[in-house]
Nanobody
Framework: QVQLVESGGGLVQAGGSLRLSCAAS????????MGWYRQAPGKQRELVAT???????NYVDSVKGRFTISRDNAKNTVYLQMNSLKAEDTAVYYC??????????????WGQGTLVTVSS
């Protein structure tokens, strides 16, 4: 069984910082793209940032310059450093990964979500 385990969410004041972590475990051959999505109350899930195995990154415009995505391929782990947090960043953040399972079958997995609350 393959799973993504997230950590690092919580309550922070506006202007503060948080760092999210997400580790993939289980029968994995390789993890290619990893990313973070978020879903605010009453809104659709949106892409926040993605990173390829080679380190190429992509961000939604609203977080550019404030959030940084990174990964450790040896640990199958992705991070999201969030600085200068705003009330509108409040959401459940989900980790996402695409790769190949141990038997080389296509693998797409989601984390369980971690709540980030930014108080204004």
């Amino acid at each position: 069984q393959v799973q993504l385990v997230e950590s690092g969410g919580g309550l922070v004041q506006a202007g503060g910082s948080l760092r999210l972590s997400c580790a993939a475990s289980g029968s994995i051959f390789s993890i290619n793209d990893m990313g973070w999505y978020r879903q605010a109350p009453g809104k659709q899930r949106e892409l926040v940032a993605t990173i390829t195995r080679g380190g190429s990154t992509n961000y939604v415009d609203s977080v550019k310059g404030r959030f940084t995505i990174s990964r450790d391929n040896a640990k199958n782990t992705v991070y999201l450093q969030m600085n200068s947090l705003k009330a509108e960043d409040t959401a459940v953040y989900y980790c996402h990964a695409v790769g190949l399972g141990a038997t080389l079958g296509y693998l797409e997995i989601w984390g369980q979500g971690t709540l980030v609350t930014v108080s204004s």
